[in-house]
């Protein structure tokens, strides 16, 4: 700043000085005086201020960096324990040979800390540890991001989570053991699943047809809550298409045990 601005902030705080104001005017204008006074401190003492700021920035970082790698040393440690979790429900989705680990990468520091966590997997026998959505197929990744889901959500305060086709990409026994593990989760949340397939349908406590009609001008969703006779003819649909058979018909009823 010049001599000249300098010489135009003190001529300020003077006539501020000079000036008589009512009490409320002081009080409006005294919160402006200090900032002009310290700004006039500031500016006087520019090189002693820029090296206090210096070292308050290195005070803080330092500081930072202690909370950084303390977090760093507990997300490790947690991290094996998380493992541990989802391998067991990795061998309950039929991923007998999967290996899940985190992986950990030591980073400048930000806000998150000094780690760039990564989810490596390896699915078959053998087979090296890449990142998850390099390696694995969509029904694979279905299942691993469910065991990860179901391990998380029981550390959170959510009492709501919704499922948009967490089984795609898979059938038979394996889009059973997914329903399986949505029910048991169920226990704790309550869970809204999207699905096309019978095997998880049938596991649910509550069965909610969604259906879309169109005219001219507009297109109408509606939801309807099954009875247990609408039930048993839209898993049969599920699994026989539109045209339901006689044969369609029990299997459904074997899926609910009716």
């Known amino acids: 700043m010049s001599d000249e601005q300098l010489d135009y902030l003190l001529s300020q705080v003077n006539e501020i000085d000079d000036i008589n104001y009512t009490d409320e ?57 998380f493992e541990q979790k989802i391998q067991i429900i990795l061998q309950d989705l039929y991923l007998e040979n999967a290996i899940f680990k985190i992986e950990f990468i030591n980073t400048e ?48 305060s959510i009492d709501t989570i919704i499922f948009d086709e967490v089984d795609s990409g898979v059938s038979g026994k394996i889009a059973t053991s997914i329903g399986e593990k949505m029910h048991e989760l169920s226990n704790q949340k309550q869970v809204i699943c999207i699905t096309h397939l ?8 509550y069965h909610y047809c969604i259906e879309k009609t169109s005219d001219e001008s507009e297109t109408i969703s509606s939801v309807k809550r099954l009875s247990l006779e609408e039930r048993i003819n839209e898993i049969a649909k599920m699994l026989s298409g539109e045209h339901v058979t006689s044969a369609a018909i029990e299997n459904a009823k074997k899926l609910l045990n009716v």
């Open 109 to 156: 520091l930000t806000k998150q800390g000094i780690d760039k966590v990564r989810f490596m997997v390896s699915i078959n026998k053998g087979q090296n540890l890449s990142l998850l959505n390099e390696s694995a197929s969509g029904g694979e990744i279905s299942r691993i991001m469910l065991a990860i889901k179901i391990i998380i959500f029981q550390y959170n």
């Open 25 to 81: 005017e002081i009080d409006d204008f005294s919160e402006e005086l200090k900032r002009l006074q310290n700004q006039i401190e500031r500016i006087q003492h520019r090189e002693e201020y820029i090296e206090t700021l210096k070292k308050e920035i290195h005070d803080y970082y330092d500081q930072a960096l202690i909370v950084a790698t303390k977090i760093s040393d507990i997300r490790q440690q947690k991290a094996k324990e």
């Open 198 to 205: 019978p095997q998880v349908a049938s596991l649910a406590d």
